[in-house]
T-cell receptor, first 114, second 116 residues
Framework: DQQVKQNSPSLSVQEGRISILNCDYTNSMFDYFLWYKKYPAEGPTFLISISSIKDKNEDGRFTVFLNKSAKHLSLHIVPSQPGDSAVYFCAASAFKAAGNKLTFGGGTRVLVKP | EPEVTQTPSHQVTQMGQEVILRCVPISNHLYFYWYRQILGQKVEFLVSFYNNEISEKSEIFDDQFSVERPDGSNFTLKIRSTKLEDSAMYFC??????????????FGDGTRLSIL
């Protein structure tokens, strides 16, 4: 199931710089997109989301951009901090779908170097 | 902050045995989900549950799987006769309403299921 894809399995960034994580999707029914952060031995933790009626949503250091025509979203983290080192998952859902499930990308492992 | 709790954190079971994974969703949430992640693979949807019935299930969720909300707080996933390929991390999630703008799913820390 390749409906949500994160093409970069890993990303290394210097502390204080910007981290940019990318995600592509193929299903036109998706209308809500989320980013989750996951530390080892823990469950995914919700970070930020965006509805398909918007193209940008910002929360503190985290901003998500949505390009519907390109079926692409990105997460910007600025400035990056060592505590941001984790695996980041992009997920998508279709509000009208019966079960409202999330479809996940494969994740991007971010390492923030001090 | 309220959280989803899952027990046990690690379950080791012989192949062919039944296993029950337990979850306590966030108290005012109405929608419940199970996902799993096989080592090195994506997080995959198993089943969603609302108003005491299954809303949607994936192809993975065959007759060996069942879910139940036996009381007002617990949400369980049962695998009747486990197979080696059931070894995975199982995540429970809940949301207050249908997943949409402002209504993310919140996840527990998972149960690692190891089938021998």
């Amino acid at each position: 199931d390749q409906q949500v894809k994160q093409n970069s399995p890993s990303l290394s960034v210097q502390e204080g710089r910007i981290s940019i994580l990318n995600c592509d999707y193929t299903n036109s029914m998706f209308d809500y997109f989320l980013w989750y952060k996951k530390y080892p031995a823990e469950g995914p933790t919700f970070l930020i989301s965006i509805s398909s009626i918007k193209d940008k949503n910002e929360d503190g250091r985290f901003t998500v951009f949505l390009n519907k025509s390109a079926k692409h979203l990105s997460l910007h983290i600025v400035p990056s901090q060592p505590g941001d080192s984790a695996v980041y998952f992009c997920a998508a859902s279709a509000f009208k779908a019966a079960g409202n499930k999330l479809t996940f990308g494969g994740g991007t492992r971010v390492l923030v170097k001090p | 902050e309220p959280e989803v709790t899952q027990t046990p954190s690690h379950q080791v079971t012989q192949m062919g045995q039944e296993v029950i994974l337990r979850c306590v969703p966030i108290s005012n949430h109405l929608y419940f989900y199970w996902y799993r992640q096989i080592l090195g693979q994506k997080v995959e949807f198993l089943v969603s549950f609302y108003n005491n019935e299954i809303s949607e299930k994936s192809e993975i969720f065959d007759d060996q799987f069942s879910v139940e909300r036996p009381d007002g707080s617990n949400f369980t996933l049962k695998i009747r006769s486990t197979k080696l390929e059931d070894s995975a991390m199982y995540f429970c999630a809940s949301s207050p309403h249908r997943t949409g703008s402002g209504q993310p799913q919140h996840f527990g820390d998972g149960t690692r299921l190891s089938i021998l």
